[in-house]
């Protein structure tokens, strides 16, 4: 397992009458191979790049050739775009938090309907201050993490309606760390999802959040 359980029925096909518009689609895709073999390396540099960007301090003169070479990456970029239903990003279980840039690291280490764990670590570049992760991408953690929970236990796409993270003590860069999410309660399409991070035995932060069920076809 890395960024999602391989053992679980994966896109489930959308009702004929699933929008295409508002919000996620009540189906999604998952894949190994979309963006080809280099595309976990792809993104692993561009992490690494953000990890410098988010401590450089350039002189005009670095700043000026920087650009002008990031100006070059964006036109290559630009040949290779895609709309957000065909872009591996998020789809690829084979790779950390699916292939998807947008989210802290992490690798699944066990997932079903009864929850997620996962190993987490965040960047340099989810820096808050004084040398620790940035609340809001604890939040980040838990809300894609409990939004995991929340799929498979119902085996199919939920949307958060509320998030709430008790940060109960600091949570350290580049550190590896374990995050657990499960549907503690289920009431019709509301999914009442827990879920905590640790540092070893230390609790860093704790979630309680309300998912909600898609109905077939709803935007
Ligand atoms: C999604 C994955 C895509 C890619 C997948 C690829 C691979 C798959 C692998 C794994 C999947 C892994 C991870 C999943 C990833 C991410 C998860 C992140 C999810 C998000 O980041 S998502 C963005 C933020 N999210 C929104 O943008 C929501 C905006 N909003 C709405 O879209 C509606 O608001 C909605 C749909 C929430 C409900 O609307 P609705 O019309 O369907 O239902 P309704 O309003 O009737 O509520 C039904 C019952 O919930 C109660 N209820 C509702 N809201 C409540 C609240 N806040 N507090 C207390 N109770 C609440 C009502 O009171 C009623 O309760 P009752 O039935 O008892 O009366």
């Given at each position: ?10 896109n489930p096909p959308a009702p004929e009458d699933s929008p295409q518009g508002g919000g996620f689609r009540a189906e999604f895709d998952v ?50 775009l895609v709309d957000e239903w065909h872009t591996?990003s998020g789809t ?8 998807n840039?947008t ?37 980040v953690?838990?809300d894609d993490?409990g939004g995991m929970?929340a799929a498979?236990?119902v085996?199919g796409v939920a949307r958060t309606a509320y998030l ?25 399409r509301k999914l ?17 959040a309300l998912f909600i069920a898609l109905r077939p076809g709803q935007a």
């Amino acid at each position: 397992m890395t960024g999602a359980p391989r053992d679980t029925k994966w896109n489930p096909p959308a009702p004929e009458d699933s929008p295409q518009g508002g919000g996620f689609r009540a189906e999604f895709d998952v894949t190994t191979d979309r963006g080809g073999p280099r595309y976990g390396e792809f993104v692993e540099q561009v992490r690494t790049f953000m990890d410098k960007v988010r401590y450089a301090c350039p002189t005009p003169e670095l700043a000026d050739e920087v650009i002008e070479e990031l100006k070059q990456f964006n036109a290559k970029l630009d040949t290779m775009l895609v709309d957000e239903w065909h872009t591996p990003s998020g789809t690829r279980i084979d790779l950390p938090s699916r292939g998807n840039i947008t989210l802290p690291p992490y690798e699944i280490t066990d997932g079903g309907e009864d929850g997620v764990s996962a190993t987490v670590e965040f960047r340099r570049f989810h820096l808050g201050g004084n040398g620790v992760a940035h609340g809001g991408h604890v939040a980040v953690a838990f809300d894609d993490l409990g939004g995991m929970a929340a799929a498979l236990n119902v085996h199919g796409v939920a949307r958060t309606a509320y998030l709430t993270v008790n940060y109960r003590s600091l949570t350290p860069l580049e550190t590896p760390l374990t995050l657990k999410t499960w549907v503690e309660r289920r009431d019709g399409r509301k999914l009442f999802v827990k879920g905590t991070l640790h540092e070893g035995d230390r609790l860093c932060a704790d979630l309680d959040a309300l998912f909600i069920a898609l109905r077939p076809g709803q935007a």
